[in-house]
Every structure is written in structure tokens, then in C-alpha cells.
């Protein structure tokens, strides 16, 4: 009976202490299309237009330019992109291009998903897609790995025919991420995310200065802290083992008491 209660404490403590780990671990719901969201696109890193995850943002531009977002992620997040852009009647095939940069302004590989795609002539919209590699708290800095802070996501055509050039077109972009959770967390973490503005941010705000920076994305409270389902799992294994040893002591220790000496022996 002993060790029944004990097996059973062990199961319940496991299932209560996953649960909370289970939720993290979902996809981040995905929020409908804002009012808010912005209806144009940025042409540089500069003037990127700045969306949430979750939020479809809409742009109108040209064949030829280059249409630029930006986004936040965070540790343990592995964004996903996708960007649709609908053609006109034109001469040729076209080619469209996706490509993602973190706060350095450096190109992120994706993992899976169609960054590139050509257009059939006929083809009244074309669909890309980057899954994102998960972001990491801490990196080694000669290493490319994504880090917390400010995406861009440049979209723009790569091969047309010249008499396509300057044909209006329109573009939706979209960014969700999946939660990862501890599954990705490293032993470390930036003093600051990679946001652009936020060295000037601290400068000004020392010389009392209120001009803008960059972005909006280095207001404190966005990024997640030092927290992680690392911990739950921690304290889980921690509890095993504490009732593991309960048990072996239980098993190997005996009843304590002398054994019976039959009468007249």
C-alpha cells in the first residue's frame, strides 16, 4: 500500500506540473486582422511599416520595388512568414522573392517553405512562405542564429520581363509563431534585444531628449524575461527523485519490528 501511494503522489505531481508545460508549448493563437494594420509597406529597412504577429498587413506598390515590414520575436518563438502577392495581366513568368532579417540586418535562413516562387503568365497571385529557425536567448557572435528582437521581412520580384516592369501589384503579409518553449532555451541571454534605435533610445533619454527612435519595439515589457518551461521540467525531475529515494527506502528498510518466536521454542 505504501508503495501504491507513493506511485500515485509521482503520477499526480507529473501531471499537474505538465500541464502548465503542455500550454506553453501550443502555437500562439493567431489574432484576426486589425483594424490597425498597416496598409503600406516601407521601401528600406528605415521606413520598414511595423506589424504584431497575428496582424495581415496589406501594401500596394509596383513591379520593381522592394516592400519592406518589421516584427518582434522572442526567445523560444519560431515565426513563420507568408506573404501573397496578387499579379495583373502581364507578358511573362515572374519571380518573387521572400527573404527575413534580424535586428543586424542580417539574412536569416529558413528552415522549410517556398521563399522563392515563379508565376506562371496566367497566374493571378503567387504565395510565399519562411519558416524561421527558433530564436535563441544567446548566440555566440560569430555565429548567425536568430536572436530576440526586430524581424524584416523584405519582399520584391527577381526576374521579370522588362515589359512587365512598373505593373501595380498588391501584397499581403502575415507573421504567427509557434511557442518552442525550454525545448530551445540556451544557457544565456542578451543584455539588450537586437532592436534598432534602442542604443539612441538610451542616449537621449540620459540627455533628456524625446525624439523617436527607429521602432516601438524596444519598450520594456515586450520581451519575455528570464522564464522558461526549462524550470517546470526542472522541478519535476527534482520531484521524482525525491519519491524515487522515498520508495527505495521504503522497499529496502523492512518493517522495523522483530520477528515472532513461536511458544516453547
Not at 500500500?1 to 500562439?28: C, E, H, K, W
Amino acid at each position: 500500500m505504501r508503495i501504491t501511494r507513493v506511485l500515485g503522489a509521482a503520477l499526480l505531481a507529473l501531471g499537474l506540473a505538465a500541464g502548465p508545460a503542455a500550454a506553453d508549448s501550443s502555437p500562439s493563437p493567431s489574432a484576426s486582422a486589425d483594424d490597425d494594420a498597416p496598409t503600406q509597406a516601407g521601401t528600406s529597412f528605415r521606413t520598414a511599416a511595423e506589424i504584431e504577429q497575428g496582424e495581415r498587413a496589406t501594401a500596394s506598390g509596383s513591379t520593381g520595388d522592394y516592400l519592406y515590414w518589421s516584427f518582434p520575436a522572442d526567445t523560444g518563438q519560431r515565426p513563420t512568414v507568408k506573404a501573397t502577392v496578387k499579379l495583373p495581366a502581364r507578358h511573362g513568368a515572374e519571380t518573387w522573392q521572400l527573404d527575413v532579417y534580424d535586428g543586424l540586418r542580417r539574412r536569416q535562413a529558413c528552415q522549410y517553405g517556398a521563399q522563392s516562387r515563379t508565376a506562371a503568365p496566367d497566374a493571378g497571385s503567387v504565395e510565399l512562405a519562411c519558416v524561421l529557425r527558433t530564436v535563441r536567448g544567446w548566440s555566440e557572435p560569430w555565429a548567425n542564429d536568430p536572436l530576440p528582437g526586430t524581424y524584416y521581412i523584405r519582399l520584391t520580384v527577381v526576374d521579370l520581363a522588362a515589359f512587365d516592369l512598373g505593373q501595380p501589384v498588391g501584397a499581403e503579409v502575415r507573421v504567427d509563431s509557434k511557442d518552442i518553449g525550454g525545448a530551445a532555451a540556451v544557457d544565456g541571454s542578451l543584455g539588450k534585444p537586437l532592436v534598432p534605435g534602442i542604443a539612441v533610445k538610451s542616449a537621449q533619454e540620459k540627455e533628456g531628449s524625446k525624439e523617436a527612435v527607429l521602432s516601438s519595439f524596444g519598450r520594456d515589457g515586450w520581451s519575455s524575461g528570464w522564464w522558461s518551461d526549462r524550470w517546470v521540467w526542472t522541478g519535476i525531475g527534482g520531484v521524482l527523485a525525491a519519491l524515487a529515494g522515498i520508495g527505495g527506502y521504503a522497499l529496502t528498510r523492512g518493517s522495523g519490528r522483530p520477528s515472532r518466536v513461536p511458544p516453547g521454542a
